[in-house]
């Protein structure tokens, strides 16, 4: 079974890339989409959560915008969030990848944001980095609710730079030139990687 890591910056279009995915009928893990699991109500972060950032948890819910507030500039307090949230999303990915596995998937994906910035492209047999134009990405970004120029700027500090990211990738896919010739792309990579997948 191959496992492609899929990751980008905000506002490249890694969620569409990921959506591509499914359509060719890849199995993705996301793991924004298991943080929101583990931090929704009932979710198995909660607790614990709650016990670190008592003021971000009330009902049993994470109020993620006051969490965001309380980890976001504080290098300590998003390493608390972290250590409470990574464990819990690697379990899930295991979990993931055993039952593909035992499925007989050829092809898999795991769906990351900063899989370079954590390691992650260790776990992966390929990586497939989705990018666009710096002035694109800031246009994106900035049409979404509450982001300003100086939290895009916060952002990308803490994202590892893009030329940097280009270099280690496997694969580049620009969404800047537009959605058919990246899905194109996207594609004939899994083609190819589920033929590796099958060999």
Known sequence: MVVLGLTGSIGMGKSTASRMMRRLHVPVHDA?????????PGGAAVPAIAAAFPDAVRDGRVDRAVLARQVFGDDAALRRLEGILHPRVRTA??????RQALAGRRLVVLDVPLLFETG?????????????????????????PGMTPERLQQVRAKQMAEPEKRRRADVVVNTGRGMAPAYRQVRALVRRLRAEGEA
């Open 120 to 144: 992650g492209e260790r776990r992966c047999d390929a990586v497939l980095l989705v990018t666009a134009p710096a002035f694109l990405q800031a246009q994106r970004v900035l049409g979404r």
């Open 93 to 98: 990915e295991h979990a993931f990848l055993r």
């Open 32 to 40: 924004d989409a298991t943080v929101h699991a583990l931090t929704g």
